[in-house]
């Protein structure tokens, strides 16, 4: 290989090693993780940039489980290291439904606001804890690189309130800031949410990579 090759194929490898595949197509969730990663020299891609190919089944029974399955599954399929996620809204009245099947529960097409009214129907006025969870994985052909979890604490809301963040965000309760998480802002959910936690402490392994 000539010089020039070799320094060719060099800084391909190394812009490849600063790509990074979020297995998602979710916008909201694309927005968070950009601002959270944004002040480090990496590329990410979507789901939407690397064409069609079938999901995996999340057939895990726990957060950790279906972020492995996720991240492992596009890291084989795409060739690039891969960040997945899976999150969920936990009611301790409700044992912890919906749990893992967060963005299942009711079936997946089914509107959050019917989604809501159901939680509150099985909940009866009753107030309970509850809480938001992110499990994160990292994969790079069939290894996984870093994982992590995070969550926030907080009560189910009297009611749904707010029109900014998306999922169950309207009916959690923040209480440190008084407010639902769909009250807060993008720079103020940056600074508390689960998936935000999460991404920070990939933010900061990354750091290390640098």
Known sequence: MTDAASTSAKATADKL?????????????VREVRHALRALPYRILTLADVGSMPEPDETGTTYWENARIKALAYAHATDLTTIAEDSG??????????????????????????????????????????????????????ELLFETESRIEGTVAPSPR??????????????????????????????VSHRARAFRDLHEWLKTRE
Do not use: C, M, W
Request: charged residues 20%.
């Open 89 to 142: 809204f936990e009611v301790d009245a409700l044992g912890g439904a919906p749990g893992v099947q967060s963005a299942r529960f009711l079936g997946a097409a089914t509107p959050y606001p019917d989604r809501f009214a159901e939680i509150y129907r099985r909940l009866a006025s009753r107030p309970s804890p509850a809480r938001f969870v992110t499990a994160l994985a990292v994969a790079r052909g069939t």
């Open 17 to 29: 090693a600063r790509t990074f595949l979020f297995a998602t197509t979710n916008p909201n969730k």
């Open 162 to 191: 707010g029109q900014y963040g998306f999922g169950y965000d309207p009916i959690f309760l923040y209480p440190p800031l008084g407010g639902t998480i769909a009250e807060l802002s993008d720079d103020q959910k940056a600074t």
